[in-house]
Every structure is written in structure tokens, then in C-alpha cells.
């Protein structure tokens, strides 16, 4: 500190003070030093801060390295009626073969992404992870999960293989019923 | 015949240059300027006191388990480095390698068995550590913000632990992950699955899931990103958290334990280092015991299109993986953890009780003790059910039973507020009708301004519980059990979210008395759904499938 914090005896007889002289004249807008110093620091972390959140789009790949989401799935003819898990292992779909056609339906439970099993005994698709338990086509009867399976794009190949493609997926009722999401193909 | 005289040898050497050098200071005279400048003179050990209270050192008073969980991090980190020697992060070769650790590569094993066990050891010192802590009281004024660090670390410590399970690369690793991921995918505005996602414009290429994911799926990205995160990222954030976690309590005086009048300090070498050390050799004796008599877990190698069945979680997550049964994503996945986290770092603010700090004081501070340990055992309690009672399907298999027994399929379950063909009942009446119930359950102690017989209030609300029940059962509506239940889990809410409360919180100001109260609703908000659940298969309270709100 530069002065006493209290003067315990001022001066009884001050000197006359001189005339009040105009203080110089400063440019009305001036800032202080210290506000000046305040703002310049603070711009320069707003543009620090700025720059670090736009750098969070470094996270978000552009180009992802994934297996292709379309794959032939053999003849049709080849399905029996009922559930198909051939091709569980290697694409995560179940084809499954009604008296009037075939559908596609994506093995990953809408409630958390683990792929269920099929229990032809009690006819349901029942998940390991919470239990969730969906029907043949694809309802949720039990269990936690919030929306019935995704049923994928199918289509007949001219040659009449089944040509599955995961990356287009339907589960409203009414509509995944329909053409891309099911092959009319009744039973011979 | 010449013969070796040790002292004049030990003598040489510590009067010799080099030994100077490292290691200042005379003659050990063990005087009480010795055993300050020990801990002064050391970087490693100035972080103490040079002199602290007996009562701070007692096992019994602290359990050691700050400086045990922080032995087990050192543990982790010198037996992780060590196995980044042979460890890569790729798709193809990850899980080569944990089994040349396993098969080809001396200690492999033992380190690897070291690394795992270490990791579950500090989860359960970390949560000891915050218990102990609670029970005396030692995060009140001025701790705050240290306890709030300590939060932090526990959040980080179990953060460790879930990005170290992807690395091996087998069927645990994948599906733990793939759940907790898809867990960020139903993030509220930022997941594309949560409530509210849609109308933020997220997808499965844009949101918070696919950021952690590196893509839409597990895959080598994530294993990149997670190993990144495990062996770097995270140890550093929680390095930084320590110092000043340390730093705290440094400077608090270490201890929290009250002052007695005829109480002498005693010096901090030898009396609390030598404590530490033991704490620490007992800590490393015990994990490499038990690294050599076990083996961690591993499992066949990750396939991304088929999960093990049952599926569990690791063992201090599978109490939220329990939850997960009775709750949507959002909620048991997102929003519970995180009213745990915040409402663990609003303890010290919402207490205002100025007793029982530094010492165990069960009966001054019933309230704060009963819920806070509440929930630990409801979390341990969960963890029990989806660790032993779990079978096939994640249906319920008491521990005596068989898994090769089918279970039946469950009943179907319905909603109660929700569109058309969808809820029993409207949205429109839902939301006036939850909105109104929980804000009557928040607002009741404090409108009731007299206290009311505990004993009494009970006793009618059980008598009340019991009579709808045995109605019901009348009517063939449910059986026992369903009534059972429903008298346990409401006896248990009405008592922890009403009767308990209303003795102690009724003074509290406003906003400290509505943040506490809403951590207590929100408990017996769990309590009660599951009782919904387990009784009358209701899935939700209310649905609202356009914006993927479900409750």
C-alpha cells in the first residue's frame, strides 16, 4: 500500500489550495487502461473458445471405412416359410418367408442394439440384453424397447435372388407391408 | 586379514558427494526438524502436512481408502503402460495380441490379470472412499468444492473402466459397448434416438453417439478412439483432478476431524506416511495375489452381429443395465446417471446441517445418512439382480435356478398415458395428471406445516395399500405377488419420499428444500415404476412417440 489507510491527525491548518485549474482536456471516449485490457483479453479468449468449439468437428469423420450395407441374399426360392437366420452372422438380417411374400428384417433391437434370438417355440424374438420380446413381424410385445424391429429394402434380382439393402429401413405398420419392403412371392 | 567395517562403509557412501546430492540434509537424528524437513525436502511427500491430528490417521476414522484408490491408479497405470508394449488397437490385431499376453508372452498374464483386477479394486475403493466421507460429514464448509472434484473422479474413474473394456476386442468388450453407446444415442436434443433428437436434426451420422463411435457402428474407429481415451486422454484429466484433489485437502488442514482441547499433533513421518505405505504394500500384495490365483475374463472375439446371451454389463454398471429393463434409454441411460452426478456434487450445497462433520454421527444426521446410503444400497441391490438373477433372455432366475429351465414368454405390457391404440388414456389428461402428482409430492412437507406422527402415517398407509391390494386380488386382477410388490415398493416410497422427509426438510429455504426434494422424488419416482412394472406391466407412464418422449 502506497498510502496510510487512515490519517489519525490531518493537518488543522491545510494549505489554501490553489485555484481549481481545468483539468487538461481528455478525448471524452476514452477507456481506462484497464477496461481496455479487460475487453482485449476477453475477445481474445471468446475467439480461443469460438475456435475450440468449431474444432469439435474434428471428431465427425467425413469418411467412414464401413462393409456395404446392400447384399445379395440368394435365390427366394431357396426360403422356407418362417424365420431364416443364414444370413445372421455375416449381414445381421433375418429373411423371413410369409404365405405371400418375403421381408427383410434388420437383427438389432430398437432398444439398446443387441441382436435378438429367435424362439420358434414360443414364436417370438426375445433380446439377451434387457429382455425386450418382439413378434413375427416385428412388434414389441414385452420388454423396454421403444419402436418395433427395422424392416430393410427388398428386392427380386432378375435372376430371382433376393437383393437386401440395409441402409433403407421402414417400421411404420402399413407401410413396411409394402413394395420396397416386401417381395410378393407366394408359394409355389 | 581385512575386515568390512559397515559403518565406516555406510558412512563413505552417505558422506560421499553423489549421496549429497540426491538426498540433502545431515545426520538422521530422528528430532522433530528431521521428520519435517523428510516431508518438506521431498517433492513426492510435500504435499502433506509436515504434523496432523492422531484421530486423522486412525483406520477406523478414514479407512484409508483415499490412498488406497490412489496406490490402485498407480498400480494401473504402471501395468497399462506395460501392456502397451504389445498392445494394438485394430480391429485385426487387438485380440491376437490380448492372447499373446495371455499365451506367449511371459507376465503377460499376470499383468494383464493385475490390470483388470486393479481397475475393479479402485472402482469399489473410489465408491468406500466416497461413502466414508459421507458418513462423516467431511464434505460440509469448507470442502464443497473438493467433494465435488472427488464426484468427478468417481464419474471419470467408472469412464476409465467402461473405455478400457472395449480394448481385448471379444463379445464382453463389443456388446458392452455397443449398449452404453446406443445408451448416447437416445440423448435428449443430442442423440438420434432421444427425445427431441428429430427436431434438432440429428441422424445416425451426426449425433453424440456417432462422435464417440468414430461411425455408426463399433468398429475400428471406436477402438482407436476408446484406446486413445483410456491409455491418455482421460488418465491426464484425472491426473490434473488428483493435484487438486490432493492440493484440497492439503490445504484444508487434511482432515476434517474436530478439534479436542487436550489434543497434541503428531509429526506426519512416520505416522501417516507409514500408513500410506502399508495401505499401498497391502494394496499391490493383495492384487498380485489375486492376479496369480485368477484369471480375467475373455471372452471369443468380437462379433458385431451376434450377442452372447444373457449380456451383461460389468458388474458396477449392471445396476443401471437393471434399470434399463424398467426405463427408456434416455432416462436410465442419460438423465438418472446424470441427477446422480449433479445431485452428488449439490450435497454439500443443499446441507445445511452445521453437526456431525469430521466424526460418525448417525443420529445427527439421520436424513442426510438414510437417503444417501439408500441410494448406494438400492444401486447395490440393482447390481445383485442383474448380476445373479439374471438368466437367458435377461429373464429373472433366482441364483438356485438353472438357466437350462425355458422361462414362460413375459405378459404383454400396455402404457397408461399415451396417442390412440397406444395409452389406456389421452396425453392431454397425462400430463396435467404427472405434472400435478409430482409437484403435490415436491410441494407436501413444506405445505403441511406441522409435523405428523411418523408411526401413525404408516401404519394407515399400509392398512390403505393392503385393502386396495386384497381388492384386487379378489377381483382376480393380480395375485400375491403383484400385491406384494405393490406394498413393498409403496411402503418403501411413501416412507423415504414423505414420512422420513417431512420431519427434516420442512425448514429448509426454498431453493435448497425443491432441489433436495426433487432428488428424493425422483429416487422414489424409480421405486415406483418399477413397481408398475413388476405389478401391473405397464411399460410406460406416458408416451409421446412423435417427439420419442417415453416415461
Redesign the interface.
Same mark, same amino acid.
Given at each position: 500500500m502506497s498510502e496510510p489507510a487512515n490519517n489519525p491527525t490531518p493537518n488543522p491548518n491545510p494549505a489554501p489550495a490553489a485555484a481549481p485549474k481545468p483539468a487538461p482536456a481528455k478525448p471524452a471516449a476514452a477507456m481506462s487502461r484497464g477496461d481496455f485490457l479487460w475487453l482485449g483479453w476477453s475477445a481474445l479468449a471468446a475467439f480461443f473458445a469460438a475456435s475450440a468449439a468449431a474444432g469439435a468437428r474434428f $471428431? $465427425? /469423420?467425413n469418411v467412414?471405412? !464401413?462393409p456395404s450395407q446392400k447384399f445379395n441374399a440368394g435365390p427366394a426360392a431357396s426360403y422356407d416359410q418362417g424365420v431364416s437366420t443364414k444370413w445372421?452372422? !455375416?449381414?445381421?438380417m433375418w429373411i423371413i418367408r410369409t404365405p405371400s411374400g418375403i421381408y427383410a428384417m434388420w437383427?438389432r433391437c430398437t &432398444?439398446?442394439?443387441?441382436? /435378438? +434370438?429367435w424362439?420358434g417355440?414360443?414364436n =417370438?424374438f426375445?433380446? /439377451?440384453? &434387457?429382455?425386450s +420380446?418382439y413378434t413375427i413381424a416385428g412388434d414389441v410385445?414385452?420388454?423396454?424397447a /421403444? =419402436?418395433p424391429l427395422w424392416r430393410a429394402k427388398v428386392e427380386l434380382s432378375p435372376l430371382g435372388d433376393l437383393i437386401v439393402d440395409k441402409s433403407v429401413l421402414e417400421d411404420m405398420p402399413g407401410k413396411r407391408e409394402l413394395e420396397p419392403f416386401f417381395v410378393k412371392y407366394p408359394a409355389a | 586379514m581385512p575386515t568390512l567395517d559397515i559403518e565406516k562403509l555406510k558412512k563413505e557412501v552417505i558422506d560421499s558427494q553423489i549421496w549429497r546430492s540426491v538426498f540433502r540434509g545431515g545426520v538422521w537424528k530422528d528430532t522433530p526438524r528431521d521428520r519435517a524437513a523428510h516431508i518438506i525436502g521431498n517433492v513426492w511427500l510435500h504435499l502433506h502436512p509436515v504434523k496432523a491430528r492422531p484421530r486423522a490417521m486412525k483406520w477406523a476414522y478414514s479407512w484409508g481408502m483415499g490412498g488406497i484408490s490412489f496406490a490402485l491408479y498407480l498400480l494401473l497405470t504402471i501395468s497399462g503402460v506395460a501392456l502397451m508394449f504389445y498392445y494394438r488397437p485394430t480391429v485385426g490385431l487387438a485380440y491376437r495380441d490380448i492372447k499373446d499376453l495371455e499365451f506367449a508372452i511371459t507376465l503377460g498374464k499376470f499383468l494383464r490379470n493385475s490390470h483388470r483386477w486393479a481397475a475393479q479394486a479402485m472402482v469399489v475403493a473410489v465408491i468406500a472412499h466416497m461413502v466414508r466421507v459421507f458418513l462423516t460429514g467431511a464434505y460440509k464448509k469448507p470442502r464443497e468444492f473438493n467433494w465435488g472434484v472427488g464426484v468427478l473422479l468417481l464419474t471419470l474413474t467408472l469412464f476409465l473402466s467402461f473405455t478400457g473394456y472395449l480394448l481385448p476386442w471379444d463379445q464382453l468388450a463389443i456388446w458392452a459397448v455397443t449398449v452404453g453407446t446406443n445408451m448416447a444415442g437416445a440423448t435428449p436434443f443430442l442423440g438420434n434416438e432421444g427425445p427431441f433428437g428429430g427436431l434438432m436434426g440429428m441422424h445416425i451420422n451426426n449425433d453424440v453417439r456417432f462422435t464417440l463411435l468414430g461411425g455408426t457402428m463399433v468398429g475400428e474407429n471406436t477402438l482407436i478412439r476408446f484406446y486413445v481415451m483410456h491409455c491418455v486422454a482421460v488418465p491426464l484429466v484425472v491426473g490434473i483432478l488428483l493435484i487438486l484433489h490432493f492440493w484440497r485437502i492439503r490445504k484444508d488442514s487434511f482432515s476434517a476431524a474436530p478439534y479436542k482441547a487436550d489434543e497434541e499433533k503428531v509429526d506426519v513421518w512416520p505416522h501417516l506416511v507409514k500408513r500410506e505405505y502399508i495401505g499401498a504394500a497391502g494394496t499391490t500384495l493383495f492384487i498380485m495375489i489375486w492376479s496369480i490365483l485368477q484369471n480375467a475374463p475373455l471372452e471369443s472375439i468380437a462379433n458385431p452381429n451376434v450377442t452372447p446371451n444373457p449380456s451383461k454389463a460389468p458388474w458396477y454398471f449392471v445396476g443401471l443395465q437393471e434399470l434399463l429393463v424398467y426405463f427408456d434409454p434416455w432416462i436410465a441411460g442419460v438423465l438418472l446417471p446424470g441427477l446422480i452426478i449433479v445431485g452428488l456434487i449439490a450435497i454439500p450445497y443443499i446441507d445445511t446441517n452445521p453437526k456431525g462433520v469430521g466424526y460418525y454421527a448417525w443420529k445427527e444426521r439421520k436424513f442426510a445418512n438414510t437417503m444417501f446410503m439408500l441410494g448406494i444400497v438400492m444401486w447395490f441391490v440393482l447390481i445383485y439382480i442383474g448380476a445373479e438373477c439374471r438368466g437367458p433372455n435377461y429373464a429373472f432366475y433366482p441364483p438356485w435356478e438353472s438357466w437350462y429351465i425355458l422361462k414362460a414368454a413375459p405378459p404383454p405390457t400396455w402404457s397408461v398415458f399415451g396417442p390412440a391404440h397406444v395409452g389406456a388414456l389421452p396425453i392431454a389428461l397425462g400430463i396435467p395428471v404427472i405434472g400435478g402428482l409430482f409437484a403435490a409430492s415436491m410441494l407436501l412437507p413444506k405445505l403441511i406445516q406441522k409435523e405428523l406422527n411418523g408411526k401413525a402415517l404408516m401404519g394407515g398407509f399400509c392398512a390403505a395399500v393392503i385393502a386396495v391390494a386384497l381388492v384386487g386380488m379378489g377381483l382376480h386382477k393380480f395375485g400375491p405377488v403383484s400385491g406384494a410388490f405393490m406394498l413393498f415398493f409403496g411402503a418403501l416410497a411413501f416412507y423415504f419420499g414423505f414420512v422420513m422427509p417431512q420431519r427434516h426438510i420442512r425448514g429448509l429455504d426454498w431453493p435448497r428444500y425443491l432441489v433436495t426434494m426433487g432428488l428424493v422424488v425422483c429416487t422414489m419416482a424409480i421405486l415406483l415404476k418399477m413397481c408398475a412394472r413388476l405389478t401391473f406391466n405397464i411399460k410406460y407412464v406416458l408416451t409421446i412417440p412423435t417427439i420419442s418422449l417415453n416415461i
Open positions: $471428431f $465427425f /469423420p467412414i471405412y !464401413e445372421l452372422n !455375416e449381414q445381421r437383427a &432398444h439398446l442394439g443387441c441382436t /435378438p +434370438n424362439w417355440d414360443q =417370438r426375445k433380446c /439377451p440384453c &434387457h429382455g +420380446n410385445i414385452a420388454g423396454p /421403444p =419402436r | -
